[in-house]
């Protein structure tokens, strides 16, 4: 594959753009080379500027769960856009979509829409800070819970420790605030509870992480979780971003059956354009602003095209539950198809696989940030860009869990599977 037009543009865009993308990852910095410009995009496939055509395991890291350019969410923002596109007064459609929300995700009474998932995750953390009085948060290593300060905090030599930040910018005075523990360990998170007696506001935790690869809690992990929120009175944050209306129609609350205090969305509530949103039971919702002292706001809050692409898609998942067993089983396929090529190698691997996110990683038994790190990184390139060479698009990262999109069929996955029989035999 040629990639003569993209590699001009990376080039014209470096110009003007720091390291030439609006989001890191995009840059493929992770794994080499230089990024593909996309021209557009149908259903399972991306097209690139060179005229390449590709099989898609992104799906926008998420948001395209039906596939690209899915023509009812096309239709109805084309639709809205005809009437205006921003008011910065009430709309009936953000009333519709929010009432849709609440009816399909377990344990919440009422929904505030945003632009982002990180803007959910931030506005979360100070509505539980408002809401208990305390200022401390745990969050996990490895997680990701968008950029705003509290959460680019990683581990120093030890993980369960005060976190000090990983980004310049971010302030000490703000990262003592943020503790951190080991997905799957609930003995770190005891350990600081018991070392910040009262002071810890929530728990803020990807209930199935995507941001170390695909990570799953193991039993009784996250069931223990909720049990010292309860005894402690901290609040139990689930940042449903990637698994929110992906896992299940009611997220991994439901797949998993844990109830959280409050739940984070982004991506596919949003059907594509940018929306976060996030959501509790009344008694927290209403600490809010207007009705209550915690401020939260956004001049392109629930905007009415964002917001009909988001009703479009919630209503699409809604009236065919359907969807999230085709795409499991598509998953499982894939996952099968690729055991069998790793097996037959000479590889150390593991797939982890929960609904439609899987992850391949070149080391034995992941289920936290330590043991994701162990991957063996010049593999992970090596098979990123021979999948690319063979027309399929994974995550240019080994951190990064893969999205199924229910566009895809069988015959893709079929061509996914030879690629990868392929590729595995060759590193
Ligand atoms: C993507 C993601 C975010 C951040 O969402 P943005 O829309 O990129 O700001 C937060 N949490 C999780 C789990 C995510 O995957």
């Known amino acids: 594959m040629e990639y003569k037009r993209s590699s001009a543009l990376f080039a014209e865009a470096k110009k003007y753009i720091p390291g030439g993308v609006n989001s890191p990852v995009r840059a493929f910095n992770a794994v080499g080379g230089e990024p593909i410009f996309v021209k557009q995009a149908k ?21 395209m769960i039906l596939g690209h350019a899915f023509q009812p969410v096309v239709n109805a923002v084309i639709e809205k856009t005809q009437l ?30 945003v632009n982002s998932g990180t803007e959910a995750c931030m506005s979360a953390v100070r509505l539980a800070r408002g809401f208990t009085g305390k200022d401390k948060i745990i969050k996990f290593a490895g ?37 951190l523990a080991r997905y799957n360990d609930l003995e770190s998170v005891k350990a600081l509870i018991e070392a910040n007696k009262n002071e810890i506001s929530a728990i803020i935790i990807e209930p199935v992480a995507g941001n170390m690869g695909c990570i799953i809690p193991k039993k009784g992990f996250l069931e223990g979780l909720r049990k010292l929120c ?4 901290i609040l139990l944050i689930f940042d449903e971003v990637m698994t929110g209306f992906r896992l299940a129609q009611g997220g991994a609350q439901e797949l998993l059956n844990i109830k959280a205090d409050i739940v984070t969305f982004g991506k596919v509530i949003g059907g594509g354009l940018p929306v976060g949103a996030f959501a509790a039971r009344n008694e927290i919702m209403d600490y809010l602003a207007p009705l209550g002292p915690v401020y939260q706001a956004g001049t392109l809050s629930g905007n009415p095209l964002a917001m009909a692409a988001g009703l479009t898609m919630l209503k699409t998942l809604f009236e065919h539950e359907d969807i999230f067993k085709s795409l499991a089983d598509k998953t499982a396929y894939l996952h099968q198809g690729l055991e ?10 593991t797939i982890n696989r929960l609904g439609s996110m899987i992850s391949v990683h070149f080391t034995e038994e992941v289920y936290d940030f330590e043991t994701a790190a162990k991957g063996n990184n010049s593999y992970f390139k090596k098979f990123f860009h021979g999948m690319l060479n063979e027309g399929i698009y994974l995550p240019p990262s080994a951190f990064e869990s893969w999205f199924l999109n229910n566009a895809l069929t069988y015959e893709d996955l079929d061509k996914t599977i030879d690629a990868a029989t392929k590729v595995i035999k060759s590193l």
């Open 43 to 63: 259903g399972a496939y991306l097209y690139d500027e060179d005229g390449n055509k590709l099989i898609d395991y992104i799906a926008s890291w998420g948001p």
């Open 230 to 233: 309860d005894d402690h009175k």
């Open 143 to 179: 997680c990701y819970h968008g950029h705003s300060d509290s959460f680019l905090i990683q581990a120093g030599s030890g993980a369960v420790t005060f976190g000090s930040p990983n980004s310049p910018g971010v302030t000490q005075g703000t990262a003592k605030d943020t503790l």
């Open 340 to 349: 069998k090529a790793l097996e037959e190698s000479e590889l150390t691997y």
């Open 84 to 113: 205006g596109t921003s008011f910065g007064m009430p709309t009936q459609i953000e009333t519709e979509i929010a009432k849709l929300a609440v009816s399909m995700v377990p344990n919440v009474d009422k929904i505030r829409f």
